[in-house]
């Protein structure tokens, strides 16, 4: 089965906190791409980052760090130091070789207070 | 540089009146096109994508059609709204043959059929 799941339904954490969004992904294909998208409250979903199955190497960007671990089937999405402009839904998304449709997880919703 | 445009961004509709969203995308060419709705907090059911002009596939059977006139215009269309045909619907393009290419969307349009 090719699936993503975010077991996370909400998170709440208040300003500068450390926050980690869990997502696990199913899939029997060997090349196989992941996403993160960003859905403020207007709506629309702001692509993050994609990483492929050969590259498992950590990515950084500013406060974002993703932890991608095919041994767990895992890419784990972390936020250092939280803002309030980080609140929104974020969804883990997975595709394949042979296709360019996007499986999504449900999403997390990350709540930041201040 | 690409952007995609959808309307409109809300939409109240009667059960049983007919509906007609619309997606362009600016700055491709041979885009694939991608309709999902998004339910109340739940996450993102991909409806319809198109690999070209008049090739439409449906992911899962509903009460909703689509149509790609044009190559860079898709509508999503019903004939008779029903009360679960309510949801936050959004158009997405990704590059035609782009192995594991990311998808970019538009802001949605929020749908309430009362």
């Known amino acids: 089965a090719q699936k993503v799941t975010q077991a996370q339904t909400e998170i709440s954490v208040v300003e500068k906190e450390d926050v980690t969004l869990d997502c696990v992904y199913e899939t029997r294909d060997t090349t196989y791409y992941l996403f993160w998208y960003k859905q403020p409250p207007s709506g629309e979903l702001v692509f993050l980052i994609r990483r492929n199955s050969f590259d498992e190497q950590n990515e950084i960007s500013g406060r974002y760090s993703w932890n991608f671990q095919k041994s767990t089937s895992s890419f784990n999405f972390t936020i250092t130091a939280s803002q309030v402009v980080d609140s929104a839904v974020y969804f883990c998304a997975l595709t394949f070789y042979n296709t360019d449709k996007l499986i999504f997880g449900t999403g997390t919703r990350l709540q930041v207070f201040p | 540089s690409q952007t995609i445009h959808q309307w409109p961004a809300t939409l109240v509709q009667p059960v049983g009146s007919p509906l007609s969203l619309e997606c362009t995308v600016e700055?491709?060419?041979?885009?694939?096109l991608y309709w999902y709705r998004q339910a109340a907090g739940r996450g993102l059911q991909l409806l319809f994508y198109?690999?070209?002009?008049?090739?439409i596939s449906s992911e899962v059977p509903q009460n909703l059609s689509a149509s790609r006139p044009q190559d860079r215009q898709f509508i999503l269309s019903s004939k008779k709204l029903l009360l679960s045909d309510s949801g936050f619907y959004l158009c997405?393009?990704?590059?035609?043959?782009?192995?594991?290419?990311?998808?970019?969307f538009g802001q949605g349009t929020r749908l309430t059929v009362v």
């Open positions: 198109s690999v070209g002009i008049g090739q």
């Open positions: 997405a393009w990704s590059v035609t043959g782009g192995i594991g290419a990311e998808a970019f």
């Open positions: 700055g491709t060419s041979n885009p694939n």
